[in-house]
Structure formats: structure tokens, C-alpha cells
């Protein structure tokens, strides 16, 4: 699976930044495509994920009610709407993807990367 996202960049809190992820090379007809997050010196952590199947999404405890995961399945584009960014936000944001769902996206493990787009919370 290819995967190139886009869209970081630096925003003051409260802001806003849109990612999105542009997916190709699907082997499995179930998977889940999501986001995971590596701040400096921090492990990577899983952001958000949405399985293809019946659409079902999570999000980690510390993003809920801010960000939203969103998909094409028929285009394979997805997107992260990131609202009211916080510092600690701050990080590189990989699109991943996971075949089966999305337990391994959860814990911040994958099948296939994205290259990473920075985003950067000036408080």
C-alpha cells in the first residue's frame, strides 16, 4: 500500500489544520486507514482510525471530540480535521494503514506508512 499525506503545517491553539491521505495498492478488501503521532523524544501513539468495512471509527481519548477521521473508500482518500489544536498536538502525523482493522493502529503499529507531514501548536 502506497500512502502520501499532506496538509501540516504550524497553527496557533485553538486553530485548526485539515491532513489528508491519499491511499493506493489495496490488497485486502477490510482494512483500517488512520493516523498515528510521534512527538519529540514520545512514542508513537495512535491518533485515530476508521475500518473500511462498516466505517467504524475510534480516537484516542486525548483527541476525541476535537479531531475527526474521514474516508472516500471508492477514491481512497481520507482525511484528519484537527479542531481546537492544542500545544501538545504537536508532532509528526503518519498515515497508516492497517490490514484487518484497527487494532495495531490503535497502539501506534501498522502495516504500511505514509511519510510524515508536521504539525507544529504555537501557544
Known amino acids: 500500500v502506497q500512502l502520501q499525506a499532506s496538509g501540516g503545517g504550524l497553527v496557533q491553539a485553538g486553530g485548526s489544520l485539515r491532513l489528508s491521505c491519499a491511499a493506493s495498492g489495496f490488497t485486502s478488501a477490510y482494512y483500517g486507514i488512520g493516523w498515528v503521532r510521534q512527538a519529540p523524544g514520545k512514542e508513537r501513539e495512535g491518533v485515530a482510525c476508521q475500518s473500511s468495512g462498516d466505517g467504524w471509527t475510534w480516537y484516542a481519548d486525548s483527541v476525541k471530540g476535537r479531531f475527526t477521521i474521514s474516508g472516500d473508500v471508492a477514491k481512497n482518500m481520507f482525511a484528519l480535521q484537527m479542531n481546537s489544536l492544542k500545544p501538545e498536538d504537536t508532532a509528526v502525523y503518519y498515515c497508516?494503514?492497517?490490514?484487518?482493522?484497527?487494532?495495531?493502529?490503535?497502539?501506534?503499529?501498522?502495516?504500511?506508512w505514509g511519510q510524515g507531514t508536521l504539525v507544529t501548536v504555537s501557544s
Open positions: 497508516a494503514t492497517e490490514i484487518g482493522g484497527c487494532a495495531d493502529l490503535n497502539r501506534g503499529a501498522a502495516d504500511s
